[in-house]
């Protein structure tokens, strides 16, 4: 299964963008989803996922600003950003966990895939 993030760009503190993250593959099941974003000579952080069942974590320094979603229907997930902040900026990667089932075997086995980053910056 792969992902492909889209969205990022350049705007200016109080600012609002959407990241979008389009899974493609085939025979595949999305069990969560998750945003990740990694500013350059830090650890990868969690900003926002929806787990099996429907529950969305935040983390704390983007609640009431950030608002994830998914489309099942299109395998896309969804990062609304508003009111950015300069300490936003980083690199935003999409991550989606389920199960895929191999055709030639009928074996339903697990996937963990990440998209390939979109760069978002924001200017004060």
């Known amino acids: 299964v792969q992902l492909q993030a889209s969205g990022g760009g350049l705007v200016q503190a109080g600012d609002s963008l959407r990241l979008s993250c389009v899974a493609s593959?085939?025979?595949?099941?999305?069990?969560?989803v998750a945003w990740y974003r990694q500013i350059p000579g830090k650890q990868r952080e969690l900003v926002a996922s929806?787990?099996?069942?429907?529950?969305?974590n935040y983390a704390d320094s983007v609640k009431g600003r950030f608002t994830i979603s998914r489309d099942n229907a299109r395998n896309t997930m969804y990062l609304q950003m508003n009111n950015l902040k300069p300490g936003d900026t980083a690199v935003y990667y999409c991550?989606?966990?389920?199960?895929?089932?191999?055709?030639?075997?009928?074996?339903?086995?697990?996937?963990?895939?990440w998209g390939q980053g979109t760069l978002v910056t924001v200017s004060s």
């Open positions: 991550n989606a966990e389920g199960t895929v089932m191999q055709l030639a075997t009928s074996r339903v086995q697990d996937f963990n895939s």
């Open positions: 593959g085939r025979h595949f099941s999305i069990n969560a």
């Open positions: 929806i787990y099996r069942g429907g529950y969305i």
